[in-house]
């Protein structure tokens, strides 16, 4: 007899808003809503990949047992998103009111002054109301009741979401990020099929993610999106200019004890508030070496940081496992950095850790809280790829592709070995855009909606820059590089791990220039994806291909998708950004879509 299984719903409705499924322990499914809405960051409620992740397992609303909804407090979701009744909207009413009353009393009282009295009164009297309003909305927007949904803590779903990830020896999770339910920052211990056991926090006062984004925002980028683009550009920073304005920015944040000792972060104001004061704070520096100030600012706190939590639990000497969490932890320099640290026997970053990473967490803590209403024992499942996002039939291509042959007049051809072909186009210095199989969970594009070009090819960068992405300048690209050939490249630790490129590593000397491409052009550091047979075995034969024609173990990766666009989702995605750039070549499952190469 066949035991009817647990399914849990994961839901983040912030920014990059997202869906995750989980069916007795196992992650089957998570999307992000901008891949389907094709929105950047889209937030609110995640009603399409809600649909998306349900429709990967044939499933409907409800089939699932518990909604698990990331972030206990959150933003009001907008009109079109919510879809709600006037019910509803008197709830948001009332506690927009609220809001409005906190802004007014951080506003007037001196930043020197504690503000944690009214802001957390303020807060326990809105949050009720919020949860009742958001939970109204979900269900309205999805179809289902309330009675299914419950809230979780934001830093304890990020914390959570290694539970895909992790195997049964413990792990000493760090999460950082902007902010969330109040706390910019925690530390917990995670034990497979177990919920976090916190041991440390960091206030949302005390944020290095919303000092990094206020100085994202000082040089005319965009806060809590292009922060990438700082730590791209630090490397450029003359050092004396950049450690003059680390300098000032030190005095914004520093690592120290807590009242109870622990190791915690502090600042001397607000950095909610981080936008009010480091224009004054940072005018007389130019802006590259603003970019190396902040990202030293990053590395320099999350190490101390972390190194003194290791230390007061005792555990510098053998070493322990570390998780990340929280989109402080996209910054693949300061992963590195970790990953160098003599206490860190392993490094294990949450694929794609901003907030989209919350409902897959959410869904494995909703899990855990189903199987204990069911009597039952949670069992976990590792993934073996985050391949999670929605796939396509043969006949839903083989559509795209009769269009691209018939109204757009591309060439369409079915090679009998499309990786081999591939990699001989690879081979001839041609950039192709490669289609294949379930889209990737995450901002990380790895291999099945990526361009892929010969890493050993200076022009490469030119090309795509130039007649595809209109990436800045100074931005690199990344590289997947076999794991067999890993070592070759990379100065790594031992047994080296970077399945879903979140990691950069300092490239090898001697062989750099063979991967010159899918590196930073100043530094010479590779965000590398180290990509092993059984993770994506048709990905892997392009490259074991190539390399059986080049003799290099590795391709250039970036994400398929115009600048600005999201990752694309379908394979109409695909030929839109075919025919909206110079791209020549698309691969879609078995087909390649062709344009007449410039001579």
Known sequence: MTSTPIVTLGIHDGMVAAAALVVDGELRAACAEERLTRKKNQAGIPLHAVEAVLATESLTIDDVDSIAISTRDGVMPTVDDVRASPTTWRFYDAYGAAVSLLASIERRWPASRALTLPSDAARRLGRRLLQRTRAAAIARATGTDTGRMRFYDHHTAHAMALAPLIGPEPTLAFTLDGEGDGLSGSVAWYRNGQPPERVGTVSRNASLGHVYAGVTGHLRMTPHQDEFKVMGMAPYAHASARDACYDRLRSLLWVAKDRSGAPSIAAARGTRLVHRFIDDYLREFRFDAQCGAVQRLCEETILEWMSDWVGHLGLDR??????????????????????????????????????????????????????????????????????????????????????????????????????????????????????????????????????????????????????????????????????????????????????????????????????????????????????????????????????????????????????????????????????????????????????????
């Open 318 to 599: 053998d070493g322990v496992d570390i998780g990340l969490g929280g989109g402080v932890f996209m910054n693949v320099k300061a992963n590195m950095r970790v990953a160098q640290q003599p206490w860190a026997r392993t490094v294990t970053p949450i694929p794609s850790c901003g907030d989209e990473s919350c409902a897959v967490g959410a869904a494995f803590l909703g899990y855990m809280d189903a199987c204990a209403a069911a009597g039952s024992h949670p069992q976990f499942h590792q993934a073996n790829h985050f391949y999670l996002g929605p796939g396509w039939s043969d006949a839903d291509i083989k559509q795209t592709v009769d269009r691209a042959a018939g109204e757009h007049g591309l060439r369409v051809e079915r090679p009998t070995d499309i990786a081999d072909h591939t990699a001989a186009l690879l081979a001839d210095g041609h950039v192709v855009a490669r289609f294949h199989g379930r889209m990737e969970w995450g901002a990380r594009a790895l291999g099945n909606r990526s361009i892929l070009a010969d890493p050993s090819r200076h022009d490469s960068v030119r090309e795509i820059n130039t007649r595809i992405k209109s990436r800045d300048f100074w931005m690199p690209f990344a590289a997947t590089i076999l794991a067999e050939s890993a070592t070759t490249y990379l100065q790594t630790p031992p047994a080296p791990r970077s399945p879903h490129m979140m990691l950069a590593f300092e490239s090898v000397p001697e062989r750099w220039h063979e991967i010159a491409a899918g590196t930073h052009p100043y530094d010479r550091t590779c965000r590398a994806q180290i990509l092993e047979r059984q993770t994506n075995p048709d990905y892997y034969r392009v490259i074991e291909r190539f390399r059986v024609r080049t003799g290099i173990g590795a391709v250039l990766n970036t994400s398929l998708n115009l600048h600005g666009d999201p990752m694309v989702n379908s394979p109409d995605d695909a030929l839109r950004t075919l025919l909206a750039s110079d791209l020549a070549f698309l691969t879609l499952g078995d087909y390649l879509i062709s344009k007449p190469v410039a001579a």
